[in-house]
C-alpha cells in the first residue's frame, strides 16, 4: 500500500512542480513612450456613385425593353 500511495505522489510531482514555478512568474505590461498613430489615406466617392446610380435610373425609365 505504501508503493501506491509513493507511485500517486510521484505521478503527482511535475504537476505540483509546475503549479509551484507559476506561482512565482510576475507578468509586466507597459506601454510605449510614443502614442500610437494611423494614418488612412481614404478617398470617398459615395456622390459619384450617386450620380451613376440615377442616371441608370434615368436610362431604364427611358428604354424600358432595354432589359
Known sequence: M????????????????????GACTTVKLEG?????????NVKIDQEVRVKLDREIEDLIADNPDIF
Open 32 to 40: 510605449g513612450d510614443k502614442p500610437i498613430e494611423v494614418n488612412l
Open 2 to 21: 505504501a508503493t501506491q500511495r509513493f507511485a500517486k505522489l510521484l505521478a503527482l510531482a511535475p504537476a505540483l512542480a509546475v503549479l509551484t514555478l
